[in-house]
């Protein structure tokens, strides 16, 4: 592991950006992030939804996105590695994307080794096993000939079908309760215990912030929940001396 700058090595995790058009200042807080906090780090891990929506990867050259992986190029070409895992919202992101913004896609959830400990990182929206219906449309969505089907359209065609999608989904929210949306207790557990009880979990998706302390099986293991940016940036550091939170002024 290499120092960078005189700082200990570390790693960084951020999810749940929701970057648009419509919030310039996330869009500007989160490159002033990348220019100046995640280039220190060795490695740059997006548990997902960096993009409010991704309606396929045709869509890299609009000037929002250019913007955003242009900076991410560079802040792989300064040294930082750059790791990806789709979210509910940027799941259709894939190679022409990935190569533009030289960031690699890992598969959800990955085990990864850091510092002396076993990390393992998801987005988290499949641990909300208790949302049925949403569970029915991952399942959908993420099948190769949905995908192959929906990318045949034209792009607009596709924007407008994820927004209209966007305020059904929204009402649908306002009608579920809050722990229906939380991840399920047993579907962490079932998670954890299949990946040999990793030292460390961190994932986003639900929008709350938190590290639960927990013993499965008599492992200890801290489930750490990131959150989003709306009010501020959030963002976790790993380093071989323990988890550290990092706010982001927007
Ligand atoms: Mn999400």
Known sequence: MTDIGNEVSHSLFISDLHL????????????????????KAERLYILGD????WAGDDDIDHADHAEIIH?????????????????????????QFSKAANIK????????NLYGKRVLISHGDNLCTDDKDYQAFRKQVRMATWQAEFLSHPLNARKSQIESLRLQSEHAKSNKSQKIMDVNNEAVFAMMRQHQYPQIFIH???HRPNNHRMIIDEHLCQRIVLGDWYEHGSCIRLDETGLYNQFITI
């Open 71 to 95: 900076a991410l190029k560079l802040l792989s070409e300064s040294g930082t590695k750059l790791f990806f895992i789709h979210g509910n919202r940027d799941f259709l992101i894939n190679d």
């Open 204 to 206: 986003g998706h639900t």
């Open 50 to 53: 960096l993009f409010e929506y």
């Open 105 to 112: 896609i890992l598969p959800d959830p990955s085990e990864i």
């Open 20 to 39: 648009c058009a419509s919030r310039p200042a996330i869009i500007k807080a989160f490159i002033n992030f990348l220019q100046n906090t995640a280039s």
